[in-house]
């Protein structure tokens, strides 16, 4: 069984900066993909960013060059560091990691950033 826990998330003025951490516990090899989605009142849950084993990252346009991915395999740690926040970067974060075509997520965690 595999379980995340978020870390990280809070209330930040625009132009701001967070960091958010996912640490995972249980039975995990480092051959996996470990990513961060959000959900915003209203919408549906987008994908952020994701980092595979192999370190090949994939952003949303929408946080390219502000927001960077980074993963520690020996901690079974992912973080993800958001600058230059915007409003509408307001959301819950979850963190996911899809091992073996399991998805596995986070309990989430609030990112507000005010204007």
């Known amino acids: 069984q595999v379980q995340l826990v978020e870390s990280g998330g809070g209330l930040v003025q625009a132009g701001g900066s967070l960091t958010l951490s996912c640490a995972a516990s249980?039975?995990?090899?480092?051959?996996?993909?470990m990513g961060w989605y959000r959900q915003a009142p209203g919408k549906q849950r987008e994908l952020v960013a994701t980092?595979?084993?192999?370190?090949?990252?994939n952003y949303a346009d929408s946080v390219k060059g502000r927001f960077t991915i980074s993963r520690d395999n020996a901690k079974k740690t992912v973080y993800l560091q958001m600058n230059s926040l915007k409003p509408e970067d307001t959301a819950v974060y979850y963190c996911?990691?899809?091992?073996?075509?399991?998805?596995?997520w986070g309990q989430g965690t609030q990112v507000t950033v005010s204007s």
């Open positions: 249980g039975s995990l090899s480092s051959r996996n993909t």
């Open positions: 996911n990691i899809l091992y073996y075509g399991y998805n596995y």
């Open positions: 980092m595979t084993s192999g370190s090949t990252t």
